[in-house]
C-alpha cells in the first residue's frame, strides 16, 4: 500500500507532535518528513523556554523518541523550505504540507527612537543567551547599569531572572560558556520591568513571580502604593481566581521589602512607553502614567528590552493575517478567505499565534491531523507523492548540507563533551558553522 507522505516545516512542538499524530491517527502508512531551518530540533523549546526551567525542556525527551523510534518520520534539519525547497517543490512531492513554522519576530511598540542602537526586542536577547545559531556570540555586552523590560509576560520575567542569576546558576544550565562569562561580567545591577496597567492586569503567571522571588541573589521590588487596587483593576481581581493569586504574591513580595541584594528588580505598573531619548544609543525612555498621561517621567536606561510579544512572519504564496501575525486558515487547512489552498495546513504558533504552554500544541496539532486525515479519506482521493528519493536528491543537487537524526546525534554527543570539559552536564553550541561540523556535515556555513 503506497503511504500517505507528509511534509511538516518546524521542528518545534507542533511540527513534532504533528508528526506523532499522524502515525498515531492514521489507519494506514504515514511517511513525514520534517524540515528545520536550524541544524538543531525542538524550535522554541531548545531557543526559547528558560534554561533555568529543565523540567519543561524535558518534553525533549519525548519528543526525540518521536523522531528515534517512529517508523517513516525523518528528521531533514537545516533545510529552510523558501530557500533550499519551495512550497511548490513541497506540494509537488508530498500529499499534504503543514507549516509548523512557529513566531519568528518580535512585536514593536510604534513610539520613537526604537530603532536605536541598545533597543532589543527580547526575542532577539533569549536567541542571544539559548545560543541560536541566529545571533552572534557577542550580540549583547552587558555593561550599563540599568536594564528596562517593557511588558509583564512569562519572557519579560525569564529575561530579568537570566540578568539577575549568578554565574554558578547559570553553569547549571546548558547556555554557552562565553554567555555564563558575559553574564558574569554584567555590571547591570537594577532591571525595571515596565508594565501599562496595574497589577492586576499583570500577565505573567503566579507561579513564575514565585520563582523570581526565590532567586536570592536578587530583590524584587514592588511599591505597595502600587497593590491599593483602583475599581477596575478590583472588579478584574474579584473575577479572576489567577489575579488574585498573583495579587497575593505581590503583597508577600511588598512586605519582604529590598534586602540588599546583588541585582534588584523593580517592577513599574501604570506606566506607557512614549518615546526612548538618544542620538545614537538609546540614553533613556519616557513614560507617561497610563491612567494619567500628563504624568511622566524620564529614566536612565543602557539596554531596553521589548517583551511585548513574538508574531509569525509571512510566507510566500501564503495568505497572511497582518493583524494576528498568523497564516489565515479554516479548520487548519491554510485558506485566503472562503477558498482552501489544497494539500496545505498550519499548526502551533503561525496557525494560532503566541499563546499557551508547549502541550496547547498538542490539541493544536491534533485538530491539524483531523483535518489532513479527512482530506484523504475523502473518496477519489488518491496519492500523488513522489518517493523520498526525489526530494534528497533535489536537496543534494544544491548542495544543502542536510542534518538528519543521526547527525543530530551527532551534535548532541559534542555538546556533551563540551559540557565535560568544563564541568558542566551539557553546553550547546553556539556557531552554526561548528554545529554543522559536529553533526559531521559540511564544513561551515556563509
Ligand atoms: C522565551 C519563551 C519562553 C517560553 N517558555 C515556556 C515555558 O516555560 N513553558 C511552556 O509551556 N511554554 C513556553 N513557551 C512557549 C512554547 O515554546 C511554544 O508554545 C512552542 O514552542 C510553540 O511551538 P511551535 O511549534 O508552534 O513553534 P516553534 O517552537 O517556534 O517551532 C517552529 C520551528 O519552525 C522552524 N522554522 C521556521 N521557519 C522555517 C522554514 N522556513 N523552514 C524550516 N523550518 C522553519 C523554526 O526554526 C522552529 O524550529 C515559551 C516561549 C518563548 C518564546
Same mark, same amino acid.
Given at each position: ?12 512542538p ?31 523549546v ?10 519543561v525542556?524535558?518534553i ?129 545591577? !537594577? ?103 500628563? $504624568? ?43 477558498? &482552501? ?16 504552554v508547549v502541550g496547547t500544541n ?9 483535518? $489532513? ?26 548542495? &544543502?548540507?542536510?542534518?538528519? +537524526?543521526?547527525? +543530530? ?5 559534542? !555538546? ?31
Amino acid at each position: 500500500m503506497t503511504a500517505l507522505r507528509v511534509a511538516v516545516v518546524g521542528s518545534g512542538p507542533s511540527g513534532a507532535y504533528c508528526a506523532q499524530l499522524l502515525t498515531e491517527e492514521s489507519g494506514s502508512p504515514v511517511e513525514v518528513d520534517v524540515f528545520e531551518r536550524l541544524p538543531a530540533p525542538f524550535g522554541l523549546v531548545r531557543y526559547g523556554v528558560a534554561p533555568d526551567h529543565p523540567r519543561v525542556k524535558s518534553i525533549t525527551t519525548s519528543f526525540a523518541e518521536v523522531f528515534d523510534e517512529t517508523p517513516g518520520i525523518r528528521f531533514l534539519g537545516n533545510v529552510q523550505v523558501g530557500t533550499d525547497i519551495t512550497l511548490d517543490e513541497l506540494r509537488a512531492n508530498y500529499d499534504a504540507v503543514v507549516f509548523a513554522s512557529g513566531a519568528q519576530v518580535d512585536r514593536n511598540l510604534g513610539i520613537q527612537g526604537e530603532d536605536l542602537a541598545g533597543v532589543h526586542g527580547v526575542r532577539e536577547f533569549v536567541s542571544w543567551y539559548q545560543g541560536h545559531p541566529d545571533t552572534k556570540t557577542d550580540a549583547f555586552a552587558l555593561n550599563g547599569k540599568r536594564a528596562v523590560i517593557i511588558g509583564m509576560g512569562n519572557v519579560a520575567l525569564d529575561a530579568a531572572r537570566m540578568l539577575a542569576h549568578t554565574p554558578e546558576a547559570l553553569r547549571a544550565t546548558d547556555v554557552p560558556e562565553h554567555i555564563v562569562d558575559a553574564f558574569a561580567a554584567s555590571t547591570y545591577r !537594577e532591571i525595571v520591568v515596565i508594565g501599562r496597567r496595574g497589577p492586576a492586569f499583570a500577565k505573567f503567571t503566579n507561579k513564575e513571580f514565585i520563582e523570581l522571588l526565590e532567586v536570592d541573589s536578587c530583590d524584587v521590588v514592588i511599591d505597595p502604593a502600587d497593590l491599593e487596587l483602583d475599581a477596575q483593576q478590583q472588579a478584574h481581581a474579584d473575577a479572576d481566581p489567577a489575579a488574585r493569586r498573583l495579587l497575593a504574591t505581590f503583597a508577600k513580595a511588598a512586605e519582604r521589602g529590598v534586602l540588599g541584594r546583588n541585582t534588584a528588580i523593580r517592577f513599574l505598573f501604570d506606566c506607557t512607553p512614549v518615546e526612548l531619548i538618544g542620538e545614537e544609543s538609546a540614553l533613556a525612555i519616557r513614560l507617561a502614567k497610563t491612567s494619567d498621561p500628563n $504624568i511622566t517621567e524620564i529614566l536612565e536606561t543602557d539596554l531596553v528590552l521589548r517583551s511585548v510579544g513574538y508574531r509569525g512572519a509571512a510566507i510566500d504564496g501564503l495568505p497572511f493575517d497582518e493583524k494576528s501575525g498568523t497564516i489565515a486558515h479554516l479548520d487548519s487547512r491554510v485558506a485566503d478567505g472562503r477558498n &482552501v489552498l489544497p494539500g496545505v495546513y498550519v499548526a502551533g504558533w503561525i496557525k494560532r499565534g503566541p499563546s499557551g504552554v508547549v502541550g496547547t500544541n498538542r490539541r493544536c496539532a491534533s485538530e491539524t491531523v483531523t483535518s $489532513i486525515l479527512a482530506d484523504v479519506a475523502a473518496p477519489g482521493w488518491t496519492s500523488t507523492a513522489t518517493p523520498a528519493a526525489v526530494v534528497d536528491e533535489l536537496l543534494r543537487s544544491r548542495g &544543502v548540507d542536510v542534518v538528519d +537524526w543521526t547527525a +543530530w546525534q551527532s551534535l548532541e554527543q559534542a !555538546e556533551f563533551a563540551a559540557g565535560e570539559a568544563v564541568g558542566r552536564e551539557r553546553v550547546k553550541l553556539h556557531d552554526r558553522a561548528e554545529m554543522l561540523r559536529a553533526a559531521g556535515v559540511g564544513v561551515g556555513v556563509d
